[in-house]
């Protein structure tokens, strides 16, 4: 990934916007925008990102302070979840006669 | 989004033909390929020129409907103006923040726009000569844009298939809108519908046009096709939009101005003319009635916004002074 500072139009950084659409959910990444600071960042997501009351509250973030994993699938990063299978609860055979289980 | 930015996967640590296969594995299971991903330099080359062209449609298509934001007959009409107006700059913002993720700068994008190195859409080169092409730009125009663009929402590419999804709930809204309009003028006096009538005959081949060069002559077609960058072919999205904008028009009161229009009972579809597309690529080369009007004024704009952007930047840097000597005494 690229940890050198975004380079920007007329030098303003880049920030990923993350929003929460209403109460009771998770702020999701919508995408990203140049402002030329934190708070021209903000205003900019709400004009962009939410138009339509797409959401109750906004981060954003400097997208050079996010560190990523590799996206990779077969990265060896995400091998220690892969041969667990006994940690879902699909791993266990239970008889049907069993209820509420 | 740039944190996945670049080259990522592509660092040497593994074999061309292994990252290959891979990339052809994800596209051959219908999967997304995410912007870190390895990609072949023709895919990314690809996007970068749809996405951009896309962009730039965006933001240049909000000049011929902007010009009639002042002159709106109703206040009603002027929000609801403004409204599509501002949701084509919000488009085109979506999109820039797309390509960026393949690793280009928005800034060098508008450069080369304003270059005439990218392209934008050849039907915002015409000009709307009454209130009635607003509600037909909704209409067909619009309508176009989402026979286009609702399949590119399963594009092979993550960030762009997921601008497409919110662009096509927007872009609902527009189409609405400006059939709304139509049905308005329609109710109105004889010459509000001679209004409607012409702008319908300016603007339905400049429409089907929308669509590009017919499939035997679209060089780039079957390539973005394997990709699973574009999911149909320019005359089936040409041939649904048609199928889609008769009845309508039907319903509205126009005649659309194609006398080899039909319904083909053997196909079940529509037999429609030719567009012209010398016109089209004529257009698109810069000859058409408004390029050099759409590319000033582009220029002008981001001439004139220079000093807020410089402004912006230095009141920045200077907060960010303050803070570091706040903090550092």
């Known amino acids: 990934m690229s940890t050198e500072a975004p380079r920007g139009s007329a030098g303003w950084p880049l920030y990923e916007v993350f929003v929460r659409g209403k109460r009771g959910l998770n702020h999701v990444h919508v995408g990203s925008l140049h402002a030329a600071d934190e708070r021209m960042a903000l205003t900019n997501a709400r004009d962009l990102y939410t138009r339509r009351n797409e959401g109750v509250s906004i981060w954003v973030v400097r997208s050079d302070a996010i560190t990523a994993s590799t996206p990779d699938e077969k990265d060896p990063f995400f091998s220690p979840s892969g041969d667990k299978v006994y940690r879902h609860p699909t791993f266990y055979a239970i008889p049907d006669d069993v209820p509420h289980i | ?329």
């Open chain 2, 1 to 329: 989004m740039t944190v996945t930015d670049g080259a990522g996967g592509s660092d040497g640590a593994t074999a061309l033909p292994e990252l290959s296969a891979h990339f052809d594995a994800t596209i051959a299971h219908d999967q997304r390929i995410e912007p870190r991903d390895w990609m072949p330099d023709g895919y990314r080359a690809t996007l970068v020129r749809q996405i951009a062209q896309h962009a730039h449609s965006e933001i240049i298509g909000m000049q011929p409907e902007g010009e009639w934001i002042t002159k709106a007959p109703s206040l009603r009409r002027k929000a609801i103006l403004f409204a599509k107006v501002q949701d084509e700059a919000g488009h085109g913002l979506y999109l820039y923040s797309a390509a960026e993720t393949l690793g280009i700068d928005r800034a060098e994008l508008t450069e080369r726009l304003l270059e005439g190195r990218q392209k934008y859409s050849s039907i915002f080169n015409y000009p709307t000569l009454s209130f009635a092409d607003v509600g037909v730009i909704g209409w067909f125009v619009d309508g176009a844009a989402i026979c286009n663009q609702v399949p590119l929402c399963r594009s092979s590419y993550g960030p762009y298939a997921r601008s497409m999804v919110r662009i096509c709930k927007e872009e609902s809204f527009h189409q609405r809108q400006g059939y709304e309009l139509l049905l308005t003028m329609m109710r109105g006096t004889q010459k509000q519908r001679a209004q409607v009538q012409d702008a319908v005959d300016r603007w339905w081949w400049p429409s089907l046009m929308m669509f590009g060069p017919p499939d035997d002559d679209s060089p780039n077609s079957a390539q973005s096709m394997a990709w699973k960058i574009k999911r149909h072919s320019n005359d089936e999205l040409r041939q649904r939009f048609v199928d889609m904008t008769v009845p309508q028009a039907e319903r509205l009161g126009v005649t659309l101005p194609d006398p080899e229009l039909r319904w083909n009972e053997e196909r079940g579809r529509h037999d429609f003319g030719t567009p012209d597309f010398t016109e089209l690529m004529r257009v698109i080369k810069g000859d058409g009635p408004c390029n050099a009007q759409r590319m000033a004024r582009r220029t002008k704009a981001h001439q004139d916004g220079a000093w807020v952007r410089e402004a912006a930047a230095a009141h920045a840097a200077k907060q960010t002074a303050h803070q570091q000597e706040g903090s550092a005494a």
